[in-house]
């Protein structure tokens, strides 16, 4: 049968996406490995390969350290079966690299509680969680090493984040709102969580496409009272304005009416 090239072509996309789709897997922690670092290939079972970002899901079953950096996609998670710790390497551990964790839209994570590990730690490991992302937790961490979080709003929520009681002393949050429009006053749920949050964020940084917002003036951040945190903004001068023209021009048009 003669193939042109338009199917030849065709078909080799198909092999080669084929190609790319085997290459994702499931990767589980071996509990009779060395030590806790994530790119000790001989803690994953069958000694390794080590989970690849933004590709691989990952089930963990003991306490463990995630030393480089990794993204979780869309469709892709991390489960730990023995509710254990995901620790995210500071300077102060092992080889003084630190890591970063990316959930994005559509990914899933499923742990005890998230904790930077390390000590002496003069540089954080950052956690990203994007809209539309599912993280559970027993706590956010625990309140003495310093994470640094950047939640990035969407249209929906940043994430549903389940967990229990949490200490978030430590816990040094920005909030990027350069996917999200924000017309108006409105109210922008981060995360829905249960449980009981204690102390304060370390410091809360708010951004809208670069531009640094100012607390108090452009929003406010509720997360001591509820089941949420609560990115609340507060409208311009000129829109509170614009509303109360409004308000008044319908007040007019009632009148005549009347």
Same mark, same amino acid.
Request: without cysteine.
């Given at each position: ?31 009779? @490995? ?11 079972? +069958? ?71 390390? +000590? ?71 995360? +829905? ?9 370390a410091s809360a940084t708010v951004t ?19 089941? +949420? ?8 001068? @000129? ?11 319908g007040s007019v048009m009632v009148r005549r009416r009347r």
């Amino acid at each position: 049968m003669k193939q042109t090239p338009k199917t030849l072509l065709t078909l080799s996309a198909l092999a080669g996406l084929s190609f790319t789709a085997a290459q994702a897997a499931t990767v589980t922690w071996d509990d009779g @490995g060395p030590g806790e670092d994530w790119t000790t290939v001989g803690n994953w079972e +069958n000694d390794g390969p080590i989970p690849v970002t933004d590709q691989d899901s990952v089930v963990l079953t003991q306490r463990n350290v995630l030393n480089y950096n990794f993204k979780v996609k869309s469709g892709e998670s991390i489960t730990d079966t023995g509710n254990n710790w995901l620790g995210l390497s500071n300077d102060g551990w092992g080889d003084k690299t630190v890591a970063n964790l990316t959930l994005a839209t559509g990914g899933e994570i499923d742990v005890g509680y998230i904790s930077a590990r390390g +000590n002496n730690a003069t540089l954080f490991p950052t956690f990203t969680i994007e809209h539309g992302a599912t993280l559970t937790t027993d706590s956010i961490n625990d309140g003495n090493r310093p994470i640094d979080y950047i939640w990035k709003a969407g249209s929906d929520s940043v994430t549903t984040w389940n967990t229990g009681d949490a200490t978030i002393g430590a816990t040094i949050v920005t909030v990027e709102l350069a996917n999200y429009t924000v017309v108006g006053a409105s109210s922008l749920t981060l995360v +829905n969580y249960s449980g009981t949050l204690t102390g304060e964020f370390a410091s809360a940084t708010v951004t809208d496409g670069g531009t640094t917002l100012i607390n108090g003036v452009d929003y406010t951040l509720d997360y001591t009272t509820g089941s +949420n945190i609560t990115l609340n903004v507060i409208p311009e001068p @000129g829109t509170y304005a614009l509303i109360g023209g409004m308000l008044a021009l319908g007040s007019v048009m009632v009148r005549r009416r009347r």
